[in-house]
């Protein structure tokens, strides 16, 4: 078994894997990491490998607790992928990013790419059909563009997500309400369309903590997994591993 964590700007995400099947997965906050994971390994001591990618620096959560127990596996920039990688300053490319477009390359082969990651940020990331990294786009998340209405002005709310079907607010906060949910819901249905003007035969792929919220309201044809960044770094470390 393997235990895969996503070390993201707020929380880790844990999953524990059976070859290339979910099993179970977790949301942790760093404060309580250590006793998280010796729980999860309490359930499940057939857990060999401890996979893991980390967007946020490592000083965050240390793993020298573990190192001894099992084996401990780092996808980074050093990693081997299956893609080449024509992002300009391939050293600022995060590595979330560069793990979400290698299990678009190895679960959707031969054809174009493009991965949304709808979190903290919102990430776009195009991936040729013949496996070269081109690029995309960052903007806010739905929680970001909350937060930055309330923290840029002296009158608005801070307000949590909520689906919305009217366009126009008939209060300040379904005003908001509609501003954050159809503005974010229009630039994902502007985008898949501009990429699918440009590039036939392309799959679409949302993900991220917004990625089940966000997919009902969407009119193009995707696949939505929220778990898709956890899965990818499964994928590859099987990929670097089994030469």
């Known amino acids: 078994m393997i235990l895969a964590l996503d070390l993201g700007n707020t929380q880790i995400k844990a999953a524990v894997f059976e070859h290339n099947t979910l099993i179970e997965k977790y949301w ?8 998280a994971l010796e729980s999860i390994l309490t359930n499940y001591p057939q857990i060999d490998t401890l996979c893991h990618s980390a967007v946020v620096h490592n000083e965050k959560f240390n793993f020298s607790t573990f190192k001894d127990r099992f ?39 031969n054809c174009n790419r493009l991965v949304i990651d709808a979190g903290t940020c919102i990430t776009y990331d195009f991936i040729s059909n013949d496996d070269v990294y081109l690029g995309g786009a960052i903007s806010p998340g739905l929680q970001m ?41 229009f630039e994902l249905e502007g985008c898949i369309e501009r990429y699918s003007e ?16 966000l997919a009902g309201h969407l009119k193009n044809t995707i696949f939505a997994n929220p778990n898709f960044l956890l899965e990818s770094s ?10």
């Open 71 to 109: 084996t401990i596996y780092q996808i980074s920039r050093e990693s081997r992928f299956p893609f080449i990688n024509a992002y300009t300053t391939p050293e600022t490319l995060g590595i979330d990013r560069m793990v979400l477009a290698a299990g678009a390359v190895l679960h959707y082969p």
């Open 234 to 243: 499964i994928r590859l470390y099987e990929f670097q591993n089994n030469d």
């Open 198 to 213: 440009k590039k036939d035969n392309i799959i679409i792929i949302l993900t991220g903590g917004d990625a089940n919220f």
């Open 28 to 35: 942790i906050a760093y404060e309580n990491a250590i006793a």
């Open 145 to 185: 563009r909350y937060q930055a209405l309330h923290h840029f002005t002296d009158q608005l709310p801070e307000l949590q997500p909520q689906s919305i079907s009217e366009i126009i607010g008939n209060s300040t906060s379904t005003a908001i309400h509609s501003g954050v949910i159809h503005g974010v819901l």
